[in-house]
């Protein structure tokens, strides 16, 4: 800074510019617990006065700086783990500096890869102004930007998407044309377009050759493909090739190329996970338990944190429990359950606590398995995990009806379960549609919901058919809510709200559920409740995908 003499103490320095208020310290002065917060006019007027080579010295190194913490958090440095938070917030904390320094594909690559870690509405309002300055400035940045837009409006998004791909094509570039096919396979995969995104899969893999993109890139296209195979039904055919690949991978060289746009492990670890989706489909369940083995092997050999390792982990219960292994399924979940109690990971906390019910349901501890049930619901209201909410109230529906005799309150999960599972899209509906006709035939309804009557049990009946005067399916969204709202931490009215907010389009659901309920219960086949002893039945228990 021009001046003569050693400098000041730092607390002494920051200090003396505090009094002036062009800067407010909150916490300590000097380490992990303290900050200095600038104002934006301060910050404005600062750079103005600095001078032109000064503010390019601090954008290249402030830029050096927000990039070197974005590659550590994303594991491609360091310890290899990922850390989601620190991605985004690093992206768009180097951004600026980048935008500033004309680097347009360095800023819109951070942004991307942030943002495909969370993907979430709020992450992309926060990222969509910078990338539209970004393309604005670089049209071949336009497929990030359908990438954003494909979450606040599919629509409009899949345009722009597809707009850069035929653009990127017509130039000639293949690099960019093949990460943007890539995008588009996932955008017609998750709205249910297989077969186009099928076709998309293979002219990504053509793409990817044709840029010479190296066998890692080309390696998780053949994954992205598989992965809509799997969608399709194909399950045969995507395990034969994800053990084929698996020969190919072990020649491949552990270290990422200049020629790559994927990152080894990631690619290795997705490619074993969909081939254990696949195994799971086909009920191999000891090549499901072989290949998340190897992908726990592959985390572990990155030094994944315990809570990743954990997850992949707890797939393995499923396929333990259909080989008849429960006691080592049990001490398996207790595990995952430390492991995200000390991450704070409320979603897998809900997902374990509801696997460890489905044991002691099987194990016959009716009490527990309902206590447990109750928890797991608590913490994936917390979570926002709807599916996992949908099979929490199943699974409690079937305790309750099997261990309490309770077919009403029962009768109420289930038929929660059901319509989450409707206005959503999600599989589940018909078997929690079908646990209720059990409720029904068990309370004795009639169809008007009115009255009660008792017959004789028949043979085959769940439980024995009793009489119950008072208990009657609910007749709309809030009475269904009043029956479920005692467990504390829950709110099932604020997630209907949220899922569809007409009212009246949520109730004449309800009763369209509960009178197909009703059709099955008074029909001439008794109703079977197919998600019994079956850990991988939609909602029945938690899903493993």
């Not at 594991?75 to 938070?85: D, L, N, S």
């Not at 055919?237 to 994927?262: K, T």
């Not at 199943?394 to 999960?413: D, F, T, Y």
């Not at 009255?451 to 399916?473: K, L, M």
């Amino acid at each position: 800074m021009g001046l003569d003499g050693p400098p000041p103490g730092l607390n002494e320095a920051l200090a003396a510019v505090a009094v002036r208020g062009l800067i407010a310290i909150r916490g300590e002065a000097v380490g992990a617990r303290g900050s200095c917060a600038v104002h934006p006019g301060v910050a404005a007027a600062g750079r103005a006065q600095a001078g032109e080579p000064f503010q390019d010295a601090v954008d290249a190194e402030a830029a050096a700086y927000w990039d070197a913490v974005f590659r550590y958090a994303s594991g491609e440095t360091g310890e290899g783990a990922v850390r989601t938070g620190l991605m985004v917030r690093a992206g768009l904390a180097a951004v600026p500096y980048l935008i500033r320094r004309q680097q347009w594909a360095a800023a819109a690559y951070l942004l991307e890869r942030g943002f495909n870690r969370d993907p979430s509405r709020a992450n992309a309002a926060a990222v969509l102004p910078a990338i539209q300055e970004i393309t604005a400035r670089d049209s071949a940045q336009a497929g990030v930007l359908g990438r954003v837009l494909a979450v606040l409006d599919p629509a409009v998004g899949e345009r722009q998407m597809r707009a850069a791909l035929d653009a990127a094509v017509a130039r000639g570039d293949y690099m960019r044309a093949s990460v943007t096919a890539g995008r588009l396979v996932d955008l017609c995969r998750d709205g249910g377009r297989l077969a186009e995104a099928l076709t998309l899969a293979e002219q990504m893999i053509g793409y990817t050759l044709q840029a010479g993109l190296g066998p890692w890139t080309q390696l998780a296209d053949e994954g992205q493909r598989l992965q809509v195979l799997n969608e399709m039904g194909q399950a045969d055919r995507v395990l034969a090739e994800v053990q084929r690949l698996r020969d190919q991978m072990q020649a491949l060289p552990a270290a990422r190329g200049p020629d790559e746009v994927a990152i080894p492990w990631n690619v290795r670890e997705a490619l074993l996970d969909t081939g254990r989706y696949a195994a799971r489909q086909l009920g191999r369940w000891q090549d499901a338990l072989d290949l998340n083995a190897a992908s726990i092997t592959s985390k572990r050999g990155r030094n994944a944190p315990a809570a990743a390792i954990a997850r992949s982990r707890f797939n393995d219960y499923g396929p333990l429990l259909m080989l008849g292994r429960t006691e080592e399924a049990l001490p398996l979940l207790l595990e995952c359950r430390q492991a995200f109690q000390d991450a704070r990971d409320p979603e897998m906390l809900g997902k374990t606590l509801s696997a460890l019910a489905s044991i002691e349901d099987a194990r016959g501890h009716g009490d527990a398995a309902i206590s447990l049930e109750r928890d797991a619901l608590r913490y994936s209201h917390l979570a926002g995990d709807v599916l996992g909410i949908a099979v929490s109230y199943h699974n409690l529906g079937n305790s309750l009806r099997s261990h309490a005799r309770r077919p009403a309150p029962a009768l109420a999960c289930h038929l929660a379960s059901a319509l989450i599972c409707a206005l959503t899209g999600a599989e589940g509906t018909d078997d929690s549609v079908r646990a209720a006709a059990i409720d029904l035939r068990a309370l004795g309804a009639d169809d008007g919901g009115d009255s009660a009557r008792a017959t004789a049990p028949t043979p085959g009946d769940p439980i024995p058919r009793e009489p119950t005067p008072d208990a009657v399916p609910p007749a709309d969204v809030p009475a269904l809510c009043h029956l479920v709202g005692d467990i504390p931490g829950t709110d099932l009215a604020s997630l209907l709200a949220a899922l569809t907010p007409d009212p009246a389009a949520v109730d004449q659901t309800l009763r369209d559920l509960t009178a197909q309920a009703h059709v099955l219960a008074d029909g001439p086949d008794q109703p079977r409740d197919r998600t019994a002893g079956n850990p991988f039945a939609a909602p029945g228990t938690v899903p493993l995908r």
